[in-house]
């Protein structure tokens, strides 16, 4: 366990603490991913009942693997897990990993929450981890987390076609974001300002 959580620290902010992702956490993400039932989403998989098991499964073997740093999501003033979120696709020797696999409750969405979990994360990325490169793919039809991520500083690099196969079998095109260890500094000014409104 303390091997574990040396290789992945805890991050910690003022409304949210990124917690390693632990067999433990799954009736919490359970109840937070059913704030709004998030399973049935299209543009996003997130993990239902039946799904739930598998999920941290599969996320706990890409910790083992070294490739993978899943993280719950924890609202410090309540102690209550509200989504979840993770480095992925880490590669050590490029220097480069993806920000991924983030969801949230309905009822913590646009409520800064996503703002500070990305801060946490970009610093961990940036500045500890020494990265020249963050990025980021979501699906082509999810206005929502475009916006999103266009609202932390990403730039839009472009449309990777047929990128992934969701759960109900559509070809997913996927649209690629970045941020580069040059755009870092401003970028973190900027969440720093949001965060202080």
């Not at 993978?68 to 509200?82: F, H, K």
């Not at 963050?134 to 039809?141: G, I, K, M, S, Y």
């Not at 649209?175 to 401003?186: C, G, L, Q």
């Amino acid at each position: 366990m303390g091997g574990v959580q040396s290789r992945q620290p805890a991050l910690v902010g003022d409304i949210v603490e990124l917690s390693p992702l632990q067999p433990e956490h799954s009736a919490a993400l359970l109840s937070a991913a059913a704030d709004g039932e998030l399973w049935n989403l299209k543009a996003t998989v997130v993990p239902g009942p039946d799904a739930i098991d598998d999920y941290i499964a599969n996320a706990l073997a890409g910790r083992q693997a070294g490739t993978v740093m899943p993280y719950a999501i924890v609202l410090r003033a309540t102690g209550l897990i509200c989504g979840s979120t993770r480095f992925w696709k880490i590669d050590r020797a490029n220097r480069k990993l993806e920000i991924g696999h983030t969801w949230l409750g309905s009822s913590v969405q646009r409520s800064g929450v996503n703002t500070e979990a990305k801060y946490l994360l970009l610093i961990q990325a940036f500045e500890v981890m020494n990265c020249v490169r963050v990025q980021f793919t979501t699906d082509e039809l999810n206005d929502a987390s475009r916006a999103a991520i266009l609202r932390i500083g990403a730039k839009q690099e472009g449309i990777v076609r047929n990128e992934r196969i969701m759960p109900d079998g559509r070809k997913r095109n996927s649209v690629r974001f970045s941020i580069i260890d040059s755009e870092w500094p401003d970028v973190k000014a900027m969440l720093r300002q949001k965060m202080r409104r």
